[in-house]
């Protein structure tokens, strides 16, 4: 099915561990984006990205790292982890940025990431 | 103050009742409206799509919005308890730019 996919599903990391978080999109999406989820929170932008090679950050770009090398792929690399950043990762994806034409932004399933 | 609030819940409601969710926003720049639904464990997805203000009907859903107010809204109408999760509200500005996201509510219909 098009879609979305991101792995790993869940993950525990020492702190001070690497670890780089896969987003991949079948549907020719523009527009990729990675956020966090804190419970009770809303979604915090991290980094996104409006084309292959174009990347730009976010409201809390600090402690991660992100590449676009092609339009499918987003990965999010997390250097030297803190227990901060404990959270759920959701990846997205848009044909625009903006939902000009209402499509709204595809999510991933998210990663579930625990820094111990 | 953050730029889009939304009540956090939780919302309990019999099945078969009206939910009304809200969020308030401060940017009388935001342009773009839309409501997700997201069930435990699993990424949002979009419900409802609006572009300034009026009101939208999809089935049981329907948006809202008020600009002159900066005051959105989503009704369901008959609930079901597979309408039990968290709703999110999200706004832009523009074509081409990021999408703001209230916290969610989190809504429960019981049997």
């Known amino acids: 099915n098009a879609g979305v996919t991101q792995t790993p599903k869940f993950r525990i990391l020492k702190i001070g561990q690497s670890m780089t978080l896969q987003c991949a999109q079948d549907?020719?999406?523009?527009?990729m984006y990675w956020y966090r989820q804190d419970p009770g929170m809303g979604l915090k932008l991290i980094y996104y990205?409006?084309?292959?090679?174009?990347?730009d950050k976010g409201e809390v770009p600090n402690g991660y790292n992100v590449s676009r090398s092609t339009t499918e792929d987003f990965p999010l690399r997390l250097e030297l982890a803190a227990p901060s950043q404990t959270s759920v990762y959701f990846c997205?994806?848009?044909?625009?940025?903006?939902?000009?034409?209402?499509?709204?932004?595809?999510f991933g399933s998210g990663t579930r990431l625990t820094v111990v | 103050q953050k730029e889009v609030e939304q009540d956090p819940g939780p919302l309990s409601v019999p099945e078969g009742a009206i939910v009304s969710l809200n969020c308030t926003y401060s940017?009388?720049?935001?342009?773009?409206f839309m409501w997700y639904r997201q069930y435990s464990r699993k990424g949002p997805e979009l419900l409802m799509y609006?572009?300034?203000?009026g009101n939208k009907e999809d089935g049981r859903f329907t948006a809202q919005v008020d600009k002159s107010s900066k005051y959105i809204s989503l009704f369901i109408r008959d609930s079901q308890p597979s309408d039990s999760a968290t709703y999110l509200c999200?706004?832009?500005?523009?074509?081409?730019?990021?999408?703001?996201f209230g916290g969610g509510t989190r809504v429960l219909v019981k049997p």
């Open positions: 997205a994806s848009s044909p625009t940025g903006g939902d000009r034409l209402g499509y709204g932004y595809t």
């Open positions: 549907m020719n999406h523009n527009y």
């Open positions: 990205s409006v084309g292959a090679g174009i990347t």
């Open positions: 940017n009388s720049a935001f342009q773009y």
């Open positions: 609006t572009y300034s203000s």
């Open positions: 999200a706004m832009s500005k523009a074509a081409g730019n990021k999408l703001t």
